[in-house]
């Protein structure tokens, strides 16, 4: 896999080295936005730059801090103003219907907060969580202000490692990049036992018909 993204991964640098910190804030607008740029890449780049001395600390983890979350609040639009209107069009093919939106919209209304907050610091999942706070109509105000906190760890811990790691800051890409396949393994795991319970439970429906 890592071989398979080895060209992103070298575009990203190349903006990265072009651009310095305002590369930082644009990628991360479009990291959070659920376009597959690499955060840990940016941030742990972001933090070399304040080693070379091209940056600060600070102006690195507000550049990655604030393109976070106006990445997320635009992908949140996209799923408010969109999604629904997507999940009734094409909802049918992946078995989405308002049912399932009723229940998203519970979820984020008990949890959202803590959801949003956590999931920032996890890999892949980060990118994608606006999208279905977006749909449930999570209280945009909380959205942000969660996304702002739970941002702030992730981004500076990974500009804090780049810059104590210094011209060695690759090598922690690919400690943290090997964390990304135990998330995707969970999530695959998730949605293989979704997928057999909702089998059982039309196996169980058809029977008692």
């Not at 996304?147 to 104590?164: H, K, N, S």
């Amino acid at each position: 896999m890592e071989a398979a993204l080895e060209p992103l991964f070298s575009a990203t640098l190349d903006l990265l080295t072009w651009g310095g910190v305002w590369s930082v804030f644009a990628l991360m607008i479009v990291e959070s936005c659920c376009i597959p740029a690499p955060s840990e890449l940016i941030m742990l780049f972001a933090g070399y730059l304040v080693y070379s001395g091209d940056a600060t600390m600070l102006q690195v983890v507000a550049a990655g801090v604030i393109g976070n979350v106006i990445g997320s609040v635009l992908c949140w639009l996209i799923g408010a103003y969109g999604g629904r209107s997507f999940i009734d069009r094409h909802g049918k093919w992946v078995r989405l219907n308002h049912h399932h939106v009723t229940i998203a919209e519970r979820f984020f209304d008990r949890w959202g907060m803590a959801t949003v907050f956590f999931t920032r610091n996890l890999p892949i999942i980060r990118t994608f969580i606006s999208l279905p706070a977006g749909i449930a109509r999570m209280s945009l105000g909380r959205f942000t202000l969660f996304t702002f906190l739970g941002c702030i760890p992730w981004v500076w811990a990974l500009a804090y490692v780049g810059y104590r790691m210094g011209p060695n800051w690759e090598h922690a890409r690919h400690v943290l990049h090997n964390g990304d396949y135990v998330v995707v393994g969970a999530i695959v795991l998730g949605a293989a036992y979704l997928l057999l319970k909702h089998v059982r439970r039309r196996r169980a429906a058809v029977a008692e018909a």
